[in-house]
């Protein structure tokens, strides 16, 4: 089978590593890819976003599958693109991408599906903030207000507050760039990740995991598109990741089918543990990252068989998915002032250790491996438990060397000390 990879992050690097031991896969080839990502598959060019361009190039590898790795072409069709020429994609359509591309139609769906989500409002009038932000946050007996970009914004478009000039002052920016403010009430309680493998009504879920949003330890300072994660969760039990399976997921993908906006790819759903059982945070319409790094460590199924089956329509005959015993942690080195405007250009020392997944890195003309993101690299530990795993993820980290560079270094701790409880 021949494999061709869209995207340029250490989500998509992990993806290539699983996809290779895939005894099946016989071709593997990444665009655009990264410095790490050349090592492990063929490197094209091509512009993500465009759906005559991913069909063409997908042509001229014959690829058998193409796996499209961020939100941005999906929400833009390029999935519908490619499956219109007759090659098979894991990757929603247009329609239904929108579960993470319009946050009004994930209210809606979940409504419609009974899913227990936050209390949200959009804002698109400044006008109107300072009443909203009433009905929301401490002004209403709330923790603190969640305030969101309605649009994609990889993460950083969250501000998650107790000070209402905060609040207001990120609203505020949103709305004078132009962008819509969606206000949602605080969800309690830890947050997982739970990725999902759809195709219609057919639902497989991958193991629970948790991210660290937050750029600092102990969850200090501002949101980023994700400095680590972990899985499986040691505080979660199965029963309760089945119970979220058929109550939510399969509620959800069901609701997709009627509406006509068949999902097949990758669903992933964001959800607090309230005191009050799961609520939805969000719904994305791809892999999460850094999750992906840790899941798919962990994963002995052979994940190019995997997609493929979600791809044809053959989900439902593929049978229960293996998993490795242990635990895996990753931890992303960012770059030097990361998540503001990132230091780059940077040599990278020992990015080609073991573990080491390439996120925003490039190759130099002289060969050196310098950054070129913010979210550089994700190392990946794994262990027969969580604290092996940690142990592992952060000896290799320290062998790293990036000027400026930073990383948090409680990245499943909580975990391994059974400070999380439900
Ligand atoms: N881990 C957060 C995301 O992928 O959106």
């Not at 007759?86 to 419609?112: H, L, N, T, W, Y």
């Not at 990758?266 to 939805?280: D, E, F, I, Q, R």
Request: negative net charge; charged residues 20%.
């Amino acid at each position: 089978m021949h494999v061709l990879v869209i995207g340029s992050g250490a989500r998509e690097h992990a993806l290539l590593v699983a996809l290779a031991s895939d005894p099946k896969v016989d071709r593997l080839v990444i665009a655009p890819g990264n410095a790490g990502t050349a090592a492990i598959a063929e490197q094209r060019d091509v512009d993500i976003t465009s759906g005559p361009a991913v069909t063409a190039l997908a042509r001229d590898v014959e690829a058998d599958l193409v796996v499209i790795g961020p939100e941005v072409p999906l929400v833009l069709g390029v999935a519908d693109a490619v499956r219109a020429a007759g090659i098979a994609c894991f990757g929603p359509s247009q329609d239904a991408a929108r579960i993470e591309g319009s946050k009004a139609f994930a209210k809606d769906v979940m409504a419609a599906a009974g899913v227990r989500t936050a209390r949200s409002e959009i804002v698109d009038n400044p006008a109107g903030l300072d009443a909203a932000l009433a009905r929301f946050g401490p002004d209403a007996g709330e923790a603190a207000w969640v305030v969101k970009d309605d649009g994609l914004a990889a993460g950083k478009g969250v501000v998650v507050t107790a000070d209402r000039s905060a609040a207001r002052a990120h609203a505020a920016g949103l709305l004078d760039d132009g962008h819509p403010v969606l206000l949602e009430s605080f969800l309690d309680g830890p947050e997982l990740s739970l990725f999902c493998v759809v195709d219609g009504n057919t639902v497989v879920p991958l193991l629970p995991a948790q991210d660290f949003k937050r750029v600092g330890d102990g969850d200090s300072g501002p949101n980023t598109g994700g400095m680590g994660a972990y899985a499986p969760l040691p505080w979660l039990s199965r029963e309760a990741t089945a119970g979220i399976v058929a109550n939510v997921v399969e509620p959800v993908a069901a609701e997709l089918v009627r509406r006509g906006n068949r999902f097949s790819g990758l669903l992933y759903a964001g959800l607090a543990m309230t005191s009050t059982g799961p609520a939805v945070v969000e719904f994305n319409c791809r892999f999460g990252d850094p999750e992906t790094q840790a899941v798919l460590a962990l994963l002995e199924s052979p994940l190019g068989q995997l997609l493929y089956a979600a791809a044809t329509g053959g989900l439902s005959d593929f049978g229960a998915l293996r998993w490795r015993d242990g635990a895996a942690v990753t931890v992303v080195l960012a770059a030097e002032n990361y998540p503001g405007r990132p230091r780059v250009g940077d040599v990278i020392v020992g990015a080609e250790a073991d573990g080491v997944l390439h996120a925003g890195t490039a190759l130099r003309e002289d060969g050196a491996v310098v950054s070129s993101g913010g979210r550089v690299l994700s190392v990946v530990g794994t262990g027969a438990d969580l604290e092996a795993a940690r142990t592992d993820a952060y000896r290799v980290l320290d062998s790293i060397r990036l000027p400026g560079s930073h990383f948090r270094t409680d990245i499943a701790l909580a975990a391994t000390e059974g400070r999380i409880r439900l």
